[in-house]
């Protein structure tokens, strides 16, 4: 703890894994994972040995806000000691070789880091530094590799990406907003019954102003209207508008035909 | 086209969405999008009126080699320019107000977009500006928003990060891979007959070393050592590994007894 106070509120959750960044070298890069931990609701950071010392400013300027997470960030000697006090251990590592591990997908290990964390046992999720990766020895203190699939022709992910892309399966894995959904705000989606008000005022007004004079064609000229207006949701307010549109259109046509009269 | 030639073979794929980023402001955040672009299998890039003109070679230099998707951006004065002659736009756009729009998750916008794209339809992904985000005419040109589910209580998110989220997503709307799966490279999981084997020739030692010898209890702790073997795969190559360690120990034990003996 650094005993600093300033940044936002990050409404911490209890049993959130901890994000364990090994030997990071850029403290721009420790303070962008912070943000991007703040963002997917991950809130305890360890370090082991980061190359240029801790804490160091950089990472503060660069979290945007998610200073309590560095605040209380701890560091440690190896990766044995960050690990020690966590039940499971889930290390990210674009393409392990010779070994006989686990290998989730990071959707995947989202889903198991929930179900884990369920049960009250803490999870810890291991990130090497930036260039090298994750070396034989740390993924051997893990019980599962993490690898996400991306494309394998430009596989240089940045750390703080890295990071971003777990932290926001964690979060997902939780979520429950509907995929698709319509925001109608202060109005609300019609019914069929005052779409088709509307239509009949339309056609109304086209048989008057004679769009409709040609008979065999009038129904389906008017299914096809009826089509156009089915396709999407349409909100109370916007059919006002459409009713609104339709009157003063008419009012106009009606009045220049008066015009052209005299 | 700047024509350069330098950068990773990104192995473009056909009718991938087109990033519209608008009026972005730090040439750093154009190259670390190219790059988070390229990720995730998103190839073309469009620039609205970027606040320090075009190019900037401090793009090129935060791209990681995502080069050619710089080469190749477009720039364009208006955000009616640059998806004039796309049939699609989502707008990503954290907290929308007072306007009646489809609004998707980043999976359900991705999802979508894949429908569309084998359609053959081309897609556009719009990107606010790094402190602003889109403004309601910016919006106004879309179809549909994309809220991205994250921590409510900190979406300070980096321009790089929503491109990288968006490129994740789509990426994976098309990838087959499972979540969870055992990597066992040289050697394969073993059947439960191998592991049978093992099982007897373990016991038979630990019934000749006397551990076994208390006859009420050898069933339950014959059974709870299987159920620890039985818990996780075991590849063939680790069976091979446990008949030698039992071997070794038991013939550890045997000499250590005749020197006992002696």
């Known amino acids: 703890m650094t005993g600093r106070d ?10 959130s894994p901890v994000v364990v960044l090994v030997r990071p070298q850029l403290a721009d890069n420790i303070g962008a994972c912070a943000r991007a931990m ?31 997470i560095l605040d209380a960030a701890t560091v440690h000697d190896t990766v044995a000691d960050a690990v020690a006090d966590l039940h499971r251990v889930f290390a990210t590592c674009p393409r392990p070789r010779h070994i006989v591990k686990p290998v989730l997908t990071a959707r995947g290990a ?20 930036e260039r090298a990766g994750l070396d034989n020895d740390d993924m051997a203190q893990a019980d599962a590799l993490v690898r996400y ?4 022709a430009f596989m240089s992910l940045n750390l703080a990406q890295a990071v971003m892309v777990m932290a926001y ?3 997902t894995a939780a979520d429950t907003t509907p995929g698709r959904t ?10 069929k019954g005052q779409l088709e008000n509307f239509l009949a005022h339309l056609t109304d007004q086209l048989d008057a ?3 409709l004079r040609n008979l065999p064609k009038r129904p389906g000229m008017v299914r096809n209207i009826r089509h156009f207006f089915q396709r999407g949701e349409v909100t109370e307010q916007e059919l006002r508008t459409l009713h609104g549109i339709v009157t003063e259109l008419a009012i106009g046509r009606r009045q220049r035909g008066r015009l052209e009269e005299e």
Request: hydrophobic residues 40%; charged residues 20%.
């Open 209 to 211: 102003c004679g769009f």
């Open 110 to 129: 989202a889903a198991e880091m929930r179900l884990i964390a369920e049960r009250g046992l803490s999870i810890g999720l291991l990130f090497g530094p």
């Open 6 to 15: 300033g940044g936002a509120d990050l409404h911490p959750i209890g049993n």
């Open 38 to 68: 703040a963002n997917g609701g991950l809130f305890h950071l360890r370090l082991v040995a980061p190359r240029d010392g801790w804490p160091q400013e950089k990472a503060w300027r660069n979290s945007s806000g998610a200073d309590r």
């Open 169 to 171: 399966e964690w979060w």
């Open 182 to 191: 319509l925001m109608t705000n202060e109005t609300k989606v019609a019914t």
């Open 149 to 152: 699939p991306l494309n394998p």
